[in-house]
């Protein structure tokens, strides 16, 4: 079985500041580790992926995630966050027939 | 290229009442699945299917049904709505290696009263 653990429902940081929401997975296979960003009443979006390939990932909007398999963890990051960052985010783990989530981490930005 | 779309966008129902959410995808990807988004729980996984014919259960299936006779359709079936299926439904259609990456729709928000 897979499942993912995502550390702090809530996270609030200051515009400009550093980004890192919490992902941990538990996984009997190699897993494959997405995270995913939803803004209000919006469907979920794809911000970046690993699938076995290079161990950091770069995504969308400046964000990017390092698969650490010793911590077995999938840790998301965001060098300076933007007011537009704000939004719900998403770990999820899968490849098998179906996809896994963790309940999500708010992130709030202060100006 | 429309993606993944659901219908309706938003649905209240009483208690009892059945209805059926429509999803359908054009991207002729064989894995499709219903989730459903509950505050302070992420998604949680209902059914899915691995191609035409082809459905079983996830995570929360109780409640619900699907079939899939097409590639293209998935619908979800509430056969006996309760207002603990009050939620906010997604579907999604996954692409195959080595990506298996996955698209989902804009989302239906059902109510049960």
């Known amino acids: 079985a897979q499942s993912v653990t995502q550390l702090g429902s809530h996270v609030s940081v200051s515009e400009g500041a550093l980004v890192l929401l919490r992902c941990n997975y538990s996984?009997?296979?190699?897993?494959?580790l997405f995270w995913y960003v939803q803004y209000p009443n919006q469907g979920l979006q794809l911000l970046l992926k690993?699938?076995?390939?290079?161990?950091l990932v770069k995504g969308i909007n400046g964000f990017e995630a390092e698969f650490k398999k010793s911590e077995t963890s999938f840790h998301l990051t965001k060098p300076s966050a933007h007011m537009s960052d704000a939004a719900e985010y998403f770990c999820?783990?899968?490849?098998?027939?179906?996809?896994?989530f963790g309940a999500g981490t708010r992130l709030t930005v202060k100006p | 290229n429309a993606g993944v779309t659901q219908t309706p966008k938003f649905q209240v129902l009483k208690t009892g009442q059945s209805m059926t959410l429509q999803c359908a995808q054009d991207?002729?990807?064989?894995?499709m699945s219903w989730y459903r988004q509950d505050p302070g729980m992420g998604l949680r996984l209902i059914h899915y299917?691995?191609?035409?014919?082809?459905?079983d259960q996830g995570e929360v299936p109780n409640g619900y049904n699907v079939s899939r006779s097409t590639t293209e359709d998935f619908p979800l079936r509430l056969l006996s709505a309760a207002p603990s299926q009050t939620s906010v439904y997604f579907c999604?259609?996954?692409?195959?290696?080595?990506?298996?990456?996955?698209?989902f729709g804009p989302g239906t928000r059902l109510t049960v009263t």
């Open positions: 999604a259609s996954r692409s195959g290696s080595p990506t298996y990456e996955q698209y």
């Open positions: 996984s009997s296979v190699p897993p494959y």
């Open positions: 690993y699938t076995s390939a290079a161990t």
């Open positions: 999820a783990v899968s490849p098998n027939n179906d996809m896994r």
């Open positions: 991207m002729n990807h064989e894995y």
């Open positions: 299917s691995v191609g035409a014919g082809i459905t």
